[in-house]
């Protein structure tokens, strides 16, 4: 299991995001404050919105190749 935060500056990084995970059979949450949602859900990303920072828990134990492939959007 990892942890990153990501941003999102416009909605074609998000659709980028959802590019690099194409093929990816792990489970994933994005969390913002008290929201969850599923960290491959386009209308799930978009209702947290653009420009704020987000916790992507990745349920995986291969996450660092994940992390590699959307590294655009990670923020630390």
Known sequence: M???KVVFQSV???MD?????EGYSGDLDLQCDHMIVDGKSLLGILSLGVNRLLNLQIYSDNYEELIKKIE???RG
């Open 2 to 4: 990892g942890e990153v």
């Open 12 to 14: 074609d990084e998000v």
């Open 17 to 21: 995001y959802l590019k690099a995970l």
């Open 72 to 74: 655009f959007c990670c």
